[in-house]
Nanobody, 119 residues
Framework: QVQLVESGGGLVQAGGSLRLSCAAS????????MGWYRQAPGKQRDMVAT????????NYADSVKGRFTISSDNAKNTVYLQMNSLKPEDTAVYYC????????????WGKGTLVTVSS
């Protein structure tokens, strides 16, 4: 089992910045990747950015490339999402995800943190 706790959401004006954090605990030795996903009202949950926990390989949605940066601090078991040049369309609940592989694979989710970007 992996527990994920997100923080850092809030209200920001367009063009502003926020940094989200996701602290992981539990069976972190089995984590292979972590990521951020977001879900706007009435829409499906979409991938924003992912990072391989060993090696640091990252992947981004086209809509956030050049504006968002995902990073991890393995010593703190924490993954971050630095969000710059925020746009109103970035408004959503942001969820942290951990993918584990230990025999079988599992996907764990945090409870989410709301990011609201005003125009």
């Amino acid at each position: 089992q992996v527990q994920l706790v997100e923080s850092g959401g809030g209200l920001v004006q367009a063009g502003g910045s926020l940094r989200l954090s996701c602290a992981a605990s539990g069976s972190i030795f089995s984590m292979k990747a972590m990521g951020w996903y977001r879900q706007a009202p009435g829409k499906q949950r979409d991938m924003v950015a992912t990072i391989i926990t060993r090696g640091g390989l990252t992947n981004y949605a086209d809509s956030v490339k050049g504006r968002f940066t995902i990073s991890s601090d393995n010593a703190k078991n924490t993954v971050y999402l630095q969000m710059n040049s925020l746009k109103p369309e970035d408004t959503a609940v942001y969820y942290c995800n951990a993918f584990t592989l230990s025999g079988s694979s599992h996907s764990y989710w945090g409870k989410g943190t709301l990011v609201t970007v005003s125009s």
